[in-house]
């Protein structure tokens, strides 16, 4: 059974910074690209990053650009959202996705992909 689980959120100080992990299983994590969205209460979802399958090519949101990085470790099955600088505008659940078109992260913010986590809260607030 595929699976990815969110996890790393929590409450945090403007300034602060928090590591979101997305742990994946019930299949091959280096054939997925994986990306990152939020949904703040009462906005739309939004697309936040985007790991390509072989980890060589990453895209992020104007908003995060310079604060997020995002990475993988196919070997743990795991992609990282390493947040710094974070701001109370970021407070939101975040999920990760899998898909395995190879066209997915260029376009991450459009397509809906084929795997989704439950999400994990990050609030920043003082």
């Known amino acids: 059974q595929l699976q990815l689980v969110e996890s790393g959120g929590g409450l945090v100080q403007p300034g602060g910074s928090l590591r979101l992990s997305c742990a994946v299983s019930g299949f091959t994590l280096d054939v997925y690209a994986i990306g990152w969205f939020r949904q703040a209460p009462g906005k739309e979802r939004e697309g936040v990053s985007c790991?390509?399958?072989?980890?060589?090519?990453?895209y992020y949101a104007d908003s995060v650009k310079g604060r997020f990085t995002i990475s993988r470790d196919n070997a743990k099955n795991t992609v990282y959202l390493q947040m710094n600088s974070l701001k109370p505008e970021d407070t939101a659940v975040y999920y990760c996705a899998a898909d395995s078109r190879f066209y997915y992260c260029p376009n991450y913010k459009s397509l809906s992909a084929d795997y989704w986590g439950e999400g994990t809260l990050v609030t920043v607030s003082s």
């Open positions: 790991i390509s399958a072989g980890g060589g090519r990453t």
